[in-house]
Structures are given as structure tokens and as C-alpha cells.
């Protein structure tokens, strides 16, 4: 579900590439995209649990990537319970009923606060009370329940900072910082941030989260010993420690040498850190590779300049 969105786009991609075969549930497209022609795609009726069960059947794993994003679902509470909770419920019901296997939720870092900070692993409380939390914390629960009443194979992905390159350039990811990094820099041949870039936040690419989603499919114990996985490169860095590595990156990669501008450090204002934990995931053998940011960056910024240039 998702599968024609910013993640769930990579996500279908990198499964299909890497031999799976693939359905994309989307709520208003019926024909395969461009980047991913040889797909079947399903229609997804979310108030029709019937419509739902009928998309699921043969399917043995889904991972859902649909819901409202932070923006939306302050705009309209009551949508994003519906879209984010509600509706994560109906397809957890038709998913049972049609004897799915497995379902892996992607949800968010910040059910657990805004912004983060301090030590967070996977047995830290969600406090986070802004709709987006909590719509998707519900979600989570209907996952987790059936899961926990034996009715499917329930693994819930809390995905902090994630970036890199979409599958189409109308996707809705330009808000990302990352991306948006990138972009500004290919458009206007500068990077300016809003704030002083003290702030710390866990970034993780996309082609990461890929891999690490795809070792939660094919490995069949992995409910059994955790349900929860923090997924984040588990090593923070600033706002402006990011964009001096885009800026570097704009230089080595497409020759752009780039003006850097961001407000002006107030003596004594520290930042807060951040440690995002990703211990289940440790605990499985599956660790996140760093170093996989540069590349990811560079393929952001290579897609930017055929995209927007």
C-alpha cells in the first residue's frame, strides 16, 4: 500500500529488482507507472473491507506505506485518524481474512516526541500528541493487536528522518530537508536554512531502508523475539553538519561551489542531542550502513539536475 508514493515507491522497486513479484495498492491509479511498467496494480477501496479483502488475496506480505503526512494531518485531525488508524485497521482485518502472512507498518520516529532528543529505543513511551503521532500510533495498535491475538504476522517500522531519490519527480518528498537541500541547490546554486542548523536529527536513506525492510520480509521469526523496529542510521548529526556534506558533495559531484547561509548561533544556545537506538534491529544482525548516505546524496543531486534544470 503506498507503493506509487515517495518510500513505498523505492520500496516497490527495489522488490521487483530484486526478483519479487510486486502488486502496488493505490486508491486512484489502476495503471502501472512509468518507472515500474511491468507491475500489477490494485484498486483500493478503504471503506469496502470486502473490495479489501479481495486486493489481498494472494498476497503474502504487505508493506504499508500509505497515510497522511505531519502537514495534512494537522490540517484535518479527523481525516488522519480515519486514513492513518481507521483504515490500517480495515486492511489488518482483510489481510487476516485473506490469510496474509505477514504486515509491515511504516510509521514514524515521532510517536515517541517532537522534536527528538535524548536517548529513544524502542521501549521508550510515545508522548507525541500531535495528530500525526497519534493517527499513526493507532495505526500501530490495530497492527500490533492482531498480531498479538495470532491473526497475521504484525511488524511495526518506526522511520525516522528518511531522504533520497524518488521514483518520479512529482512525488510529494520536496518538503524532506535533504531533498529539499538538494533541490534549493540545483535551482538557485545556493543552500539557505531557516534556522541556525544546531538542531540534531538521525538521518537515514532510503537505500537503506530498503534493505532493512526487505530482511523483515524474508525473515519469518522476526515477530517472535520483537515486533517494534527503530530504523534510523542510529547516529545523529546537525541540520547544518548536513548541509556542509551537501554543499561538499554539490562541489565533488555536479562542480557547483555553493553558498551556505543560516541564522547566526545565539551565545549560549546549545543543541539538544539525539541518540536514536535501533536495538531490535541490532539484536537481528541487521545494522545500518552510514556510508551509504554520501551516495544517496549524490544520486539525489544527479536526479535534481535532470529533473529541475
Known amino acids: 500500500m503506498g507503493g506509487l508514493g515517495f518510500i513505498g515507491g523505492r520500496l516497490a522497486n527495489h522488490f521487483s ?3 519479487h513479484q510486486v502488486v502496488l495498492g493505490s486508491r486512484n491509479v489502476s495503471n502501472p507507472p512509468d518507472w515500474l511498467p511491468k507491475v500489477e496494480v490494485a484498486q483500493i477501496k478503504w471503506n469496502d473491507e470486502d473490495a479489501l479483502e479481495s486486493s489481498c488475496e494472494g498476497v503474502d506480505v504487505i508493506i504499508h506505506a500509505a497515510g497522511m503526512n505531519s502537514k495534512d494531518c494537522a490540517a484535518d485531525p479527523v481525516a488522519a485518524l480515519d486514513i492513518n488508524g481507521l483504515a490500517t485497521g480495515r486492511l489488518v482485518n482483510a489481510a487476516s481474512q485473506a490469510r496474509v502472512k505477514k504486515i509491515i507498518y511504516l510509521s514514524t520516529a515521532h510517536v515517541y516526541a517532537s522534536p527528538l532528543t535524548g536517548t529513544i529505543t524502542e ?3 510515545p508522548r507525541n500528541l500531535h495528530p500525526y503521532a497519534t493517527s ?3 495505526g500501530e495498535h490495530t497492527v500490533l493487536g492482531a498480531s498479538k491475538r495470532g491473526l497475521i504476522q504484525g511488524i511495526v517500522i518506526r522511520l525516522s528522518n528518511a531522504f533520497g531519490t524518488p521514483m518520479d519527480k512529482d512525488m510529494n518528498c520536496w518538503m524532506l530537508l535533504v531533498n529539499d537541500l538538494c533541490r534549493q541547490a540545483v535551482q538557485t546554486g545556493k543552500l539557505v ?3 541556525t542548523g544546531l538542531q540534531q536529527r538521525d538521518f537515514v536513506c532510503l537505500t537503506e531502508v530498503c534493505r532493512v525492510v526487505k530482511s523483515l520480509v524474508i525473515n519469518d521469526g522476526v515477530s517472535s523475539k520483537h515486533s517494534i523496529f527503530n530504523v534510523g542510521a542510529g547516529a545523529s548529526q546537525s541540520v547544518l553538519e548536513m548541509a556542509e556534506l551537501i ?9 557547483l561551489d555553493l553558498d551556505l547561509k543560516y541564522k547566526q548561533n545565539i551565545e549560549g544556545d546549545k543543541p539538544l542531542k539525539l541518540n536514536y537506538r535501533t536495538n531490535h534491529l541490532n539484536s537481528l544482525g541487521i545494522n ?3 556510508l ?4 544517496e546524496i549524490d544520486g539525489l543531486l544527479q536526479f535534481c539536475q535532470t529533473a529541475f534544470t
Open 123 to 125: 521501549k521508550s513511551c
Open 17 to 19: 529488482q530484486s526478483g
Open 288 to 290: 545500518i550502513k552510514n
Open 247 to 255: 554543499q561538499l558533495r554539490c562541489a565533488q559531484v555536479l562542480g
Open 136 to 138: 499513526n500510533l493507532a
Open 292 to 295: 551509504e548516505n554520501k551516495a
Open 193 to 195: 536554512l531557516q534556522t
